[in-house]
């Protein structure tokens, strides 16, 4: 079972190809030892959203994990242009990714392999955003928080236990201090309208800067240490991705935040970030 | 560049395949989201070498992993037989590798493939047993210790911090507590001759197991809570894996281990693993 797109190129090997046709060797790096680094940006209009702090997290995270990637950041551009003109998505995800290339011995590096993806992009559902999330927390801490790897094992395996609680995502604990999601950054309103994210072993969003941004403009806002006695006092928390924008979280664990509903700020937070987004068209 | 084994079969989407013609689709989540389990045994003769315990290990990882193996035990085994026949090498490693399959949205695990290959196993070199090796310390703890995943993104981001020690592999602490190395298990042999082994957060090798068995013929054994304080004080120390049996540890960081030579008991240990693998022949 491979994604139906049948008219839809991806970049592989150096040039494009039908995704349905892009393949990698199994002795590729990320099927032998899951080493790979990746980003996603978002395209409206046929135009790439906040796409420079996208490709320079990219070539971040590649460098904190000793890749190399095998095009300039102006070639990049160049590539990510030309899919889009050819894949003619009108509202689409992009992904590029790094994998540690075909490996002689299966677990030192090769020459990294890029690819890109496009793909339709599915934004949140707005009874979602109305009516809030629950999400549950672990105890769990990303490995190499700075960088956006291609490492979702605890992600992935969490699925099914987010299901079972009837929650929509997972947020990481480690002693009750708590950092992120698998894909996306956690903040919170306190009872004196302070927008406060965690600082520490979190990856860097995009999303979370531009919030932060917006926040700043009408809000006092703090990244620092975020803990589960901080979420207890909250009166609002919501989550924030390249996807989801801003999504508000109403329930943490057993946990009711404020009175149950989507906060005022979280609210005003998004329709910011949304004029913001078409400022980029 | 591809490995160059151009008479070798793989085994992958239910048939074999040349190793050379042997590909995933890029929608597979060990690409997409490094999600996937293995395992990996000796053949000797034609002869898989303790190939129950790998066996065991690898449903067990797959479960803890919450992912299916697609094939029954028995089935797996004649696979293995069949792919052995195939390949004719004297002496070689196989791989099964079960990844969460090609996914349709890039995140959510589909049908799980299975892989394996089977390469010509590389032993250590004497002169590499005979002098003992260097090692350095890293603080990290695996995510899913009894897992074997695929996940080696801290592992082999240290590849090079590695050789930049002079050193031939790095072994996890967490707050002094030894663990266990990225793809081997750690012993030390205290100064009244216990053989002892971390028990907490390490993968349970088949080695690991071997030898301890071996060691209580002559020794007693511990498996328990290990510090660097415990290596600093250690007379001998080794470490322990399927590819590399068992190799004596000389220098952990600064630290010389005992004379800074092979101990006896390491030495002594190492022909009784040779021996017991014999009788599996």
Redesign the interface.
Known sequence: ???ANANLY?Y?HGQFTP??E???????????????IFDFFKVQGGKPVFLQDYLERFYESAR???LTVPVTSDELTAIITQLITKNKLPQSGI?M?L?????????????PNL?L?E?PLVLPEQETIEKGIKIITQE?MR??PRAK?????????L??KIKEANASDVLYQQNGVVTEFP?CNFFIVTPDDTIVTPDKDVLLGVTRKNVLQLAARKYKTETRTVTMADIAQAKEAFLTSTTKRILPIVQVDDRMIGNGAPGKVTKELLADLITLEQTQL
Chains 1, 2 share one sequence.
């Open positions: 079972m491979m994604p991806a592989i995704l349905q892009s393949f990698l060797h199994i002795s590729d790096l990320s099927i032998q030892r899951g080493y790979g904190l994990m000793e992904k990714l994998t540690g290339g075909y490996s002689a011995n299966g677990y030192d590096p090769g020459e690819l993806t793909q769990h490995e190499i790897t291609i490492n979702y094992s605890m992600g992935i395996r699925i099914n894909r």
